[in-house]
């Protein structure tokens, strides 16, 4: 199986299918982190599209010292930031009901469970774009506050705070219940 780089190298002299082995091989973990983020699944669809479309139009400034993944990953937090500034995005923004669902004030072992994933997601969407940033790439994908910080153009330490400024606000809608407002 080729690399992301041998791939890159065949697409950039006109290879049509190393480029649909490229999009196939992200698209999930683009997919997933756009839906995360936003919460909405035909919006996240086309975000994820656009993703693509700036990743192949990109290509060619891509540099091999980086690793793609974060690279695409990068690309769609970009492209999620200009969702949130836009009129789409602005007219659909409304308060959402809330309904206190847990008491439990270890905020982290509410990601892991699945009868509360809704309940979540709203309260994910009421973080800061930043805020959501650092919660999904952190807790869903997986990745190091090191990368993290790579792909949001932060600084280590910047991460670490969203993530534990997140934490307390999830913390405080959990355990406190109310309404909260979509950002």
């Known amino acids: 199986m080729p690399t992301d ?21 992200h ?22 599209q656009e993703v693509f ?10 540099r091999e010292s980086n690793q793609f993944e974060h690279w695409i990953i990068k690309i769609a937090v970009n492209c ?10 602005a007219d659909k923004n409304s308060l959402v009901p809330y309904d206190e669902i847990t008491g439990d004030t270890n905020i982290t072992n509410l990601f892991d469970q699945s009868s509360n994933q809704q309940e979540i997601k709203k309260a994910i969407l009421s973080l800061s774009k930043d805020q959501r940033d650092a919660v999904i790439l952190f807790y869903y994908s997986g990745y190091k506050i090191r990368e993290i910080s790579k792909m949001t153009g932060s600084n280590d330490a910047t991460v670490k705070s969203r993530l534990h400024q997140a934490l307390k606000k ?4 959990f355990v406190g219940g109310g309404y909260f407002a979509e950002r």
């Open 5 to 25: 780089s041998e791939l890159i190298k065949e697409i950039l002299d006109g290879s049509q299918s190393a480029m649909e082995v490229l999009i196939r091989r």
């Open 27 to 48: 698209y999930k973990t683009v997919f997933a982190f756009i839906y995360r983020h936003l919460g909405d699944y035909h919006t996240s669809y086309d975000l994820t």
């Open 53 to 62: 479309i700036k990743v192949m139009k990109s290509l060619k400034y891509y």
């Open 80 to 89: 999620c930031r200009n969702y949130y500034s836009s009129r789409e995005y």
């Open 170 to 173: 999830l913390k405080k809608i």
